[in-house]
């Protein structure tokens, strides 16, 4: 199972900037897929989640509202839009998928950075 973010790169604080991660392999099945992002000197926080069931959606309190997740289920595709960004927004971001039978997410990608310049 390979996971594969893009999308990443420089952008100016208010600018915005949208992810795109698909999942693929012969194994592949997920339930869903989420966004984590992980700063220098932090650790790995949640952003947002997708549940293929209902595409019910989860986010971290402290974006209010700035990102959106999105996804096709049909393509194991997840989307993040992230506008309004600012300066500590500025990481390197993972998507992540779970198996159905898995308590957490078990399938990562390699990370796509995104930088906000001020």
């Known amino acids: 199972v390979q996971l594969q973010a893009s999308g990443g790169g420089t952008v100016r604080a208010g600018g915005s900037v949208r992810l795109s991660c698909a999942a693929s392999?012969?194994?592949?099945?997920?339930?869903?897929m989420a966004w984590f992002r992980q700063a220098p000197g932090h650790q790995r926080e949640f952003l947002a989640a997708i549940a293929w069931s209902d595409s019910s959606t989860y986010y971290a309190e402290f974006l209010r509202g700035r990102f959106t997740i999105s996804g096709d289920s049909a393509k194991n595709t997840v989307y993040l839009q992230m506008n309004s960004l600012k300066p500590e927004d500025t990481a390197v971001y993972y998507c992540?998928?779970?198996?159905?039978?898995?308590?957490?997410?078990?399938?990562w990608g390699r990370g796509t950075q995104v930088t906000v310049s001020s």
């Open positions: 992540a998928a779970k198996h159905p039978t898995a308590a957490t997410y078990n399938y």
């Open positions: 392999g012969r194994s592949l099945s997920t339930d869903g």
